[in-house]
């Protein structure tokens, strides 16, 4: 069955490549798992669709909403302006803003695309007018706006857990680490490459000036800032499950961007609810049909055979870990962050909990490589949106991101993959590990 | 038509966040929860889903990779492989249909309803049947422009 199982694969990959949309190629795997390998289709379509109605499903829509309906209401610029007062005056401090403006995003609409929606066209012009150069600045908020999918709370994350049955809880915590020290590597990275910038530096305030803009800033990024205390504060008080706590910020996100940052009006807030939608619809499609292969895949066993197989070649928990790092970079350039997770997790999981790693860790280790999958080509969506909205060629963009990459994603998947404190140590703390 | 599916996309999916906020109130700050709206709220729920995917699929917006395209040069390349990708979608499409024709037939035969509304369940089922139907049909009107663009290359596809 196995072979079946990987020609199933085969056919996806080919499907993907050809440039057939993602529901279709798991379809199209699907095929081949009816076909050659007489797996039952009846009751799947009824089991899928009956997954698609769980309520943990639910906050993936919520949170995309409230992050569309936040990246289209202003509220990006009033978070950069209130970093902007802390470390705008550094020589390669708006490049620090951007990386933390776009984790602060993250904690706001728990995906990749918002950063570099949300904070690409106010920042990339405003680091080119400083001496940034503008293929740099767009790699740089390409790269930080994937910090969404590790800084809580994550759709990858809700994935994750819904799939492999883990505390969606200690899965936002476990990605937390591995997730401000990306955001200290971009940041340590751009203060290090900023020094050969001819860049023109914005003045430094002090005293009462200093503390009058940080008042007035600081007032004007209060509802932005309470909405990660409202989600997170709700859900790790106890009081909230994830779902409800992204239905409390849609809720709280349309009067903020409607009567506070006022980039809300009717026709904009359509606009953000279709596009939503839309995204919602194309994610879940693909989660049904993903959802399903994966299912058929867990019903004839073919993890345990992958645990199996490898085993039989080696069972040196460094190589091994090594080898799924890197299977999991190539699947990052290959499909995007959410298909990576539905098809691989239940697949490695038994091979990582054999070789002594827990579901928690593993969480992180998939949470950072899918990230990173978000800027590597082929599949490289969010760079190649952040290209078009810094308006620089692709072919521009790849070598800054690469360097960003090599110094800042590789380092922690490394050290999330080897050092399991760095992912286990917050949800030990809170009691979920 | 475009403003009209903005509409109707925007009202499900603020009616399914309104939907949520409102349990979050009656159970936690009234602790007065409301019999049956979790099962409620499933049906727009589902229906957001598919309407999302349909409306994807009409503005050709579903995920890709891609990766082919980035070593094609001429337009006529790109229709070629566009219409390649559009007939194995079609084909995917039309055997996903069947088996969503499948669960409909159950779905009619058992006359499910939901536990604590009775509602039936056949009103959320439909969802997937319609759905795969009509992004079938967008499918093909896909196929028939990438195929006008294959066989007259002058034009360029999007």
Redesign the interface.
Known sequence: MIEVALLSVVVLVI??????????CF??G??VMYFAGDVF??G???WG?QQ??N?VL?AI??FV?AGTIMSVSGIAASLLNFVNIFVGHLRGGLGVVATISCALIGAISGSGLTGVAAIGPLLIPEMEKQGYPRAYATALIANASLLGLLIPPSVTMIVYGWVTDTSILACFLATLGPGLLIMTSFSSVNLWLARKFPLILAPRLEGAEFKAEVKSRGIKATPALLMPVIILGGIYGG??TP??A???A??YAIPVGFLIYKGLDFKT??????E???????????IL?SMILSQMFVLESIPQAIVESIFSVTDNKVLLLILINILLFLVGM???DV?AIILIAPLLLPLMEAIGISPIQFAAIMGVNTAMGGVTP??A?ILYLGARIGKVPVTQVIRPAMLLIVTGYLPVVFLTSFWGDLSLFLPRFFGYA | MNRFVSILLTTMICLVALGQFVQVITRYVLEIPVMGLEESLLYPTLWLYMLGAMNASRENTHIKANVLEIFLKTPRQHAILAVIAEFCSLVIAGWLTYWAWDFMRYSLRVGKESPTLYIPTIFVDAALLIGMAVMMLYTIMHLVKHLKAAMNPVETTS
């Open positions: 499907l993907l490549t050809l440039g057939v949309p993602l529901p279709y379809g199209g699907l095929m289709m009846k799947n379509m009824l669709f698609l109605g309520p639910l829509p919520l909403l009081i909230m779902t409800e992204a239905a409390v849609v809720i807030f359509i606009g953000a609810g279709k939503a939608s839309t995204s919602v619809g194309t994610i879940m499609l693909m049909f290959i499909v995007n298909t082929p599949y969506s």
